[in-house]
C-alpha cells in the first residue's frame, strides 16, 4: 500500500513540475514576476534536460516582468547550486 502511495506521489509532483516549465510563447500571457523567477531558477536543471526533448520548453522565461524575474531566478540559481557546493566543502573538511 506504501509502495502505491509513493508511485501516486512521485507521478503527481512530475506532473506539477511540468506544468510550470517556462515557455517560449508570444502570446499575450500574465508576465512572470518574482516568484515566478525563483520557481524557474529552481527547476533550471530539469528544463534543460526536457529541453533537449521538447524545443518549446526553456530554462527561461521569454515572458516576464524584466528586473525583478531575473532577481527571482538568480537568487534560486545561485541558492540551489551555491548552498550544495558549499554544503559539500564542509562535509568534506576535516576541521
Known sequence: MMKIIKI???VSLIIFVVGCFPTHSVEKESEA???MGIWHGWIAPISLIIGIFDSNIRIYETNNSGWWYDLGFYIAVIAGFG???LRRRKKNSNF
Open 8 to 10: 501516486i506521489l512521485i
Open 33 to 35: 514576476g518574482f516568484l
Open 83 to 85: 548552498g550544495l557546493a
